[in-house]
């Protein structure tokens, strides 16, 4: 699969270009939080990755969710997308409110880049809370999934 057809990438690239224009702000509400992207979703990535970043965004593997048929004849494809996105208490960051202005940034992605150009579609499949602690360190956490069809 080519860069350009794997639906983890161009959701990354969507969710980007989208919160570079309505970027999530610090706790003083005028700062822009900065932004990491990795794929794979391991303890690892968060930690080293934690302190370079003020929130990250994990890409999982896609997930099939079936196919879509015309004629007898597979047309669109189906796929869910893992994004976690994590945080940390730090400096002008108080994890508990930056994780939900991620979840609620991602939702309204969802919602304002529904209908893509190239006619793929993209929908809000929910979110879950897993935060998790490191030695003495929260690591806030929102498990969302993220609909594609191709």
């Not at 391991?42 to 970043?53: E, H, I, K, T």
């Not at 880049?113 to 806030?140: F, P, T």
């Amino acid at each position: 699969m080519a860069d350009t057809d794997d639906p983890r990438i161009i959701v990354k690239g969507l969710i980007a270009t989208y919160l570079t224009a309505n970027p999530i702000k610090e706790d003083d509400g005028a700062t822009n939080a900065t932004r990491g992207y990795v794929y794979g979703d391991s303890l690892d990535n968060y930690v080293y990755w934690m302190s370079a970043f003020d929130v990250l965004l994990v890409y999982g593997d896609p997930v099939p969710d079936g196919l879509r048929y015309v004629d007898n004849e597979p047309v669109h494809y189906d796929f869910i997308i893992p994004v976690s996105f994590v945080t940390i208490d730090r400096t002008g960051i108080t994890g508990a409110i930056m994780v939900y202005r991620g979840e609620a940034s991602l939702t309204a992605f969802c919602v304002n880049q529904r209908e893509q150009a190239n006619g793929a579609r993209i929908r809000w499949l929910g979110g879950k809370e897993s935060n998790m602690k490191v030695g003495e360190r929260i690591i806030y956490k929102i498990d969302c999934k993220i609909g594609y069809r191709s």
